[in-house]
């Protein structure tokens, strides 16, 4: 499996270098200036719909920037559409909207697929390439996908757990701001395995302050807990000053899933374990360039899907992720 994964990378790679190769040299006369030229449609003519459960976020606005580069690098038009919080029937609404918009390919996330995978079928019934990105990678097959791009959460959970486990953390709080959300859920249930121990699951709400209460509530009422675990930097900003504020700071292991300026910071001081790095920035990048090259030229990845994390970034690497971090890439 992970000989494949690595293929479908180089296949990725490979892609990207046959787009600038069509951008820097070799125009045809009549051909658009933004390269890639020939094919089956000029780029200059290709709408991609870009519907997630995004909402204003560290993490996202990292997608965002991978979704705007990826357009600009191919020449294409990405409308990119997100949700004021996380809201399932919002996300409903807005693949409608994508869908009735007719565009030549679509990149959407799966986190409920009871709620989605119907809407999503429907799209590629009817004739749109469809990536799957983020939340999806048991999905995107039922639902006629090209691919997935993305982590596999489970496992990143579970590697997250044994991470915990090796520094003696025997009990653990995973912090669930997003109830529902299938990839929070996966994180939370591998982080349980790989633990080997007890891990109590605590729902709290995106809010920060809502969020910041909830976690010294849990805190308060587990005094015995050895470690915690976030599942996104916006909480884990929460989840520090939670620590701080109730003395906990010294005696609880604490990391996250995902990266900020603040979150990278904080683990460079040691105030955190480590942060895992799904290298979002890809999420938003490769499915723009894979659609482009699909709708184009008809290749595509073939029955596989394509991970991006997770990597780990600790006390000992993290200086060299802050300054990519700070210019939005990490």
């Given at each position: 499996m992970r000989v494949i994964a690595r293929l479908a990378l180089l296949f990725a790679v490979a892609l990207v270098v046959l787009a600038g190769c069509g951008q820097q040299g070799g125009q045809q006369?009549?051909?658009?200036?933004?390269?890639?030229?020939?094919?089956?449609?000029?780029?200059?003519?290709?709408?991609?719909?870009?519907?997630?459960?995004?909402?204003?976020?560290?993490?996202?606005?990292?997608v965002q920037n991978g979704v705007n580069q990826a357009a600009e690098d191919m020449g294409v038009n990405v409308n990119y559409r997100?949700?004021?919080?996380?809201?399932?029937p919002q996300l409903q609404r807005n693949l409608e909207a994508a869908i009735a918009a007719d565009?030549?390919?679509?990149?959407?996330?799966?986190?409920?697929?009871?709620?989605?995978?119907?809407?999503?079928?429907?799209a590629?019934?009817?004739?749109?390439?469809v990536v799957v990105i983020n939340a999806g990678e048991n999905d995107w097959r039922d639902v006629g996908a090209l691919t997935y791009v993305g982590q596999t959460e489970y496992d990143a959970g579970v590697a997250a757990g044994e991470r915990m486990a090796q520094e003696g953390v025997r009990s653990a709080l995973c912090i669930n701001h997003e109830q529902g959300n299938i990839t929070l859920d996966m994180r939370c249930e591998g982080f349980e395995k790989g633990l080997g121990g007890q891990v109590k699951q605590i729902a709290v709400q995106p809010d920060p302050t809502a969020a910041r209460n909830g976690i010294k509530t849990a805190l308060r009422q587990n005094p015995d807990v050895e470690g915690l675990l976030t599942l996104n930097p916006g909480i884990a900003d929460q989840a520090l000053r939670a620590l701080e504020e109730?003395?906990?700071?010294?005696?609880?292991?604490?990391?996250?899933?995902?990266?900020?300026?603040?979150?990278?910071?904080?683990?460079?001081?040691?105030?955190?374990?480590?942060?895992?790095?799904?290298?979002?920035?890809l999420q938003g990048y490769l499915p723009i360039v894979l659609l482009t090259n699909y709708i184009q030229y008809g290749v595509r990845p073939v029955n596989t899907e394509i991970p991006t994390g997770p990597a780990f970034i600790t006390e000992e690497n993290a200086e060299q992720v802050i300054d990519l971090s700070r210019q939005g890439i990490r």
């Open positions: 006369e009549g051909e658009g200036e933004q390269g890639g030229g020939g094919g089956l449609v000029p780029r200059e003519e290709i709408n991609i719909e870009f519907v997630t459960h995004a909402s204003p976020d560290p993490f996202w606005s990292v997100e949700l004021d919080s996380y809201d399932i565009p030549d390919g679509m990149v959407v996330s799966i986190p409920d697929p009871d709620a989605l995978n119907d809407k999503i079928r429907e590629t019934e009817n004739g749109i390439p109730s003395g906990r700071s010294e005696d609880v292991t604490f990391a996250t899933f995902d990266l900020s300026p603040s979150v990278l910071r904080a683990v460079s001081r040691g105030e955190m374990l480590f942060a895992t790095d799904q290298q979002q920035w």
